[in-house]
């Protein structure tokens, strides 16, 4: 069993989960999240444009992948979600998220990371975070 200590602000990230999860009840009607973690691959994390020093591994970072079944946004919707008080439409529904996802971004990138949201095909929305779990000298 490979068990590592991740280095990061366990109330920022308490907090983070709980605005997710609580955004995900309020607007869905199955219940259904689903919330994963993962290595990402040094790829992924240079595509988020996450900035890292040169001796780090797939391991120094965490992606977080959350999966909102009952949600699904307009392209428009997507690249503007986290913009405070921006307000979505979910199938005619308003869905006031930005706020939160406001609060969320600034607390994920205070802890070095990037949080992206996309549709996923007939699975919903997928908010999904990096953050490094390593402490780092730049």
């Excluded at 706020?99 to 095909?121: F, M, P, Q, R």
Aim: glycine share 2%; proline share 4%; hydrophobic share 40%.
């Amino acid at each position: 069993e490979d068990k590592r200590i991740c280095y990061v602000d366990e109330n920022a990230l308490k907090t983070i989960f709980n605005l997710l999860v609580d955004l995900a009840v309020k607007s869905g009607t199955s219940g259904r999240i689903d919330i994963q973690i993962a290595h990402p691959s040094l790829e992924e994390v240079a595509l988020r444009e996450i900035e890292y020093p040169e001796n780090v591994t797939e391991k120094s970072f965490v992606m977080f992948p959350i999966t909102d079944a009952d949600m699904d946004l307009s392209e428009s919707d997507l690249e503007n979600i986290f913009d405070p008080y921006y307000q979505a439409e979910n199938n005619k529904r308003k869905v006031t998220k930005s706020l939160s996802l406001a609060v969320v971004k600034t607390l994920i990138k205070c802890l070095h990371g990037k949080i992206w949201a996309e549709n996923i095909d007939s699975q919903g929305l997928k908010y999904s975070f990096i953050i490094p779990n390593e402490r780092f000298s730049y």
